[in-house]
């Protein structure tokens, strides 16, 4: 009896070891900006002071408080103050989304959380971001590699039996079934039916799709899959801040999440909005106008990008500041353009970040 008491203890402790809650990590997440100055990576406060000095040949942005940086061959993460929270011990590294970061030992894929723990061990193809609490992830199989969903424990919420698959956005993700991509939901089951040669994620309630194979157009569908733009343009941006760029012939347009232009503007290339204001070149110098079409910041930078937390990149000859919306140089343009960093940046808050975070 007493044999068994011990085996029912020891039993119990082990189960309570497997469901043992991640250890909690308190984050500083001020605004750290990734800058490029004499060949290494940094970053400053958004005064433009900085915070950590270049010193990596490689790193990423900060998301949810870290940041992956390259030192001797190896990826890890630093936090807002560029103190090592965890080791570089990494061959690839993700930025956090979701709580975790994919990273990689070997040629195989595995998640960590913020505490530097592996929470989901390296045995993947290849992985995708956390987003809604779930991750694509592909494995190998004998008929060929498959793409499921796994949970942040690394259990399958949805099997691998796609060709293909990407992020969730609101509620649904993109899935490739043979040669036609359609969306499922968070149980698997099959939305709106493969029927589309491309499919993006969700943005604004509507997502861009294209029909007619490699060379046909692109609309947008609503979450029942209803082509609530019509499939008309060779090109399209998805949706941010209410309004995506489309292009028809050799010219771009602005439009709403209803298809109408929201200016009676055209464009040589496309543009996003970022908090109420989008870059636009005019005889060679980029500006910043409104969705009125009003330029209320004059065209004078060799290039721009968005505005996140109210300022952006701007390119100065060859080095790089930022601007308040005002148009004003706020930190001065020192740092090397960097274009990698910049499209960084973009990718970030036009696809992971519905709202850009506040201004700290």
């Known amino acids: 009896m007493k044999r068994l008491l011990i085996l029912a203890l020891a039993a119990f402790m082990f189960c309570a070891a497997c469901h043992r809650e991640e250890k909690k990590v308190v984050l500083d ?29 490689s790193a990423s942005i900060f998301s949810e408080g870290l940041a992956t940086v390259r030192v001797n061959g190896k990826d890890g993460y630093i936090d807002a103050n560029g103190n090592m929270v965890i080791a570089p011990s990494f061959d690839g590294a993700s930025i956090f989304l979701d709580g975790r970061a994919s990273v990689r030992k070997g040629d195989k894929w595995g998640y960590i959380n913020q505490a530097g723990e592996m929470v989901v061990d390296a045995g993947y193809l290849s ?21 499921g969903f796994i949970d942040k424990r690394g259990k399958f919420a949805i099997k691998p039996e796609f060709d293909d698959a990407s992020l969730f956005s609101e509620g649904l993700a993109a899935v490739k079934s043979a040669k036609n991509h359609g969306y499922i939901d968070k149980t698997g089951a099959m939305i709106i039916p493969p029927q589309f040669f491309e499919a993006a994620q969700f943005r604004d309630g509507l997502a861009m799709v294209k029909v007619n194979g490699k060379f046909g157009v692109v609309g947008f569908i609503d979450h029942s899959g209803k082509m609530v733009i019509p499939a008309q343009y060779s090109e399209a941006t998805n949706f941010n801040d209410g309004i995506a760029a ?48 009003k330029m209320v910041i004059k065209p004078q930078f060799d290039a721009g990008s968005i505005f996140v937390s109210g300022i952006a990149p701007v390119k100065v000859g060859e080095k790089c500041g930022y601007i308040d919306k005002s148009g004003k140089l706020v930190i001065e343009p020192r740092f090397e353009w960097d274009q990698r960093s910049i499209d960084q940046y973009t990718h970030y808050y036009t696809h992971f970040i519905a709202d850009t975070p506040k201004e700290k």
């Open 127 to 147: 992985t995708f971001a956390f987003r809604e609490g779930l991750a694509a992830v592909v494995i190998a199989g004998g008929s060929g590699a498959k793409a």
């Open 246 to 293: 489309v292009r028809k012939k050799d010219v771009w347009q602005l439009i709403d999440v209803s298809g109408k232009p929201v200016i009676d503007q055209e464009f040589g290339s496309p543009t996003v909005f970022s908090e109420g204001l989008a870059p636009v070149m005019v005889k060679g110098k980029v500006g910043y106008m409104d969705k009125q079409g």
């Open 29 to 57: 997440n001020s605004l750290r900006l990734l800058v490029k100055f004499n060949g290494k990576y940094g970053y400053c406060d958004r005064g433009g002071t900085t915070v950590i000095p270049p010193q990596f040949d």
